[in-house]
């Protein structure tokens, strides 16, 4: 049995080198060794070992390492459990998820337009990473104030103007018509001089 462990502990670092190593599990001698551990290779040195090869025994296998698994691309030392999510289409917290919550996603950003749709969104695009979306898209101008359809020009055309109107004044000032003026629509008197 002695013989056995020793031969894996010398092989097992050319098996964790190795492109496609195969996936093997060692258990020593319960009676020489009554305390197994696990070891992994940990190829990007960021402390998460590669699932897919694994050691338990007593005796530290040269290129092997008592550290955590769960290492989905062991030559990356930015992709382990704690590695932060990002946007790029890559799974770097190795939870089977890609993205997800990925980093500044969801923050506000500008989008480079001008008017209701200069203000956007930070979403996340996979590996066309994160993307300034408009939270308001473009729509036909109204008098509000707002440059509704982003082209630069606010209220522009009169919008909701020229529509029939009572101004509420008495006698020939009664009859107007709207105008769009600083956001508001009012009724001008047709007829001048009116109060
Ligand atoms: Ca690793
Ligand atoms: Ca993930
Ligand atoms: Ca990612
Ligand atoms: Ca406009």
Same mark, same amino acid.
């Given at each position: 049995?002695?013989?056995?462990?020793?031969?894996?502990?010398?092989?097992?670092?050319?098996?964790?080198?190795?492109?496609?190593?195969?996936?093997?599990?060692?258990?020593?001698?319960?009676?020489?060794?009554?305390?197994?551990?696990?070891?992994?290779?940990?190829?990007?040195?960021?402390?998460?070992?590669?699932?897919?090869?694994?050691?338990?025994?007593?005796?530290?296998?040269?290129?092997?390492?008592?550290?955590?698994?769960?290492?989905?691309?062991?030559?990356?030392?930015?992709?382990?459990?704690?590695?932060?999510?990002?946007?790029?289409?890559?799974?770097?917290?190795?939870?089977?998820?890609?993205? !997800?919550?990925?980093? /500044?996603? %969801?923050?506000? =950003?500008? $989008?480079? +337009?001008? &008017?209701? @749709?200069?203000? #956007? *969104?930070?979403?996340?695009?996979?590996?066309?990473?994160?993307?300034?979306?408009?939270?308001?898209?473009?729509?036909?101008?109204?008098?509000?104030?707002?440059?509704?359809?982003?082209?630069?020009?606010?209220? !522009?055309?009169?919008? /909701?103007? %020229?529509?029939? =109107?009572? $101004?509420? +004044?008495? &006698?020939? @000032?009664?009859? #107007? *018509?709207?105008?769009?003026?600083?956001?508001?629509?009012?009724?001008?008197?047709?007829?001048?001089?009116?109060?």
């Amino acid at each position: 049995m002695r013989r056995i462990c020793v031969l894996l502990a010398l092989i097992a670092p050319a098996l964790a080198s190795a492109q496609s190593p195969p996936n093997f599990l060692w258990l020593d001698d319960f009676e020489l060794c009554p305390s197994p551990q696990p070891y992994w290779p940990d190829r990007d040195s960021d402390d998460y070992g590669d699932d897919d090869y694994s050691f338990v025994g007593c005796v530290q296998p040269p290129g092997f390492f008592p550290v955590d698994p769960g290492d989905c691309d062991d030559l990356n030392p930015g992709i382990n459990p704690s590695a932060a999510e990002q946007c790029n289409g890559i799974d770097e917290d190795c939870d089977a998820m890609v993205d !997800e919550n990925a980093l /500044g996603a %969801g923050t506000s =950003c500008d $989008t480079g +337009l001008v &008017g209701a @749709c200069s203000s #956007g *969104t930070f979403q996340c695009q996979g590996a066309a990473g994160l993307v300034c979306i408009s939270d308001t898209p473009a729509s036909p101008e109204v008098c509000n104030g707002i440059d509704d359809d982003c082209d630069g020009h606010v209220d !522009e055309g009169n919008p /909701g103007g %020229g529509q029939t =109107c009572n $101004t509420g +004044l008495p &006698g020939a @000032c009664s009859t #107007g *018509t709207t105008v769009c003026q600083a956001g508001v629509l009012v009724c001008v008197p047709d007829n001048q001089p009116c109060p």
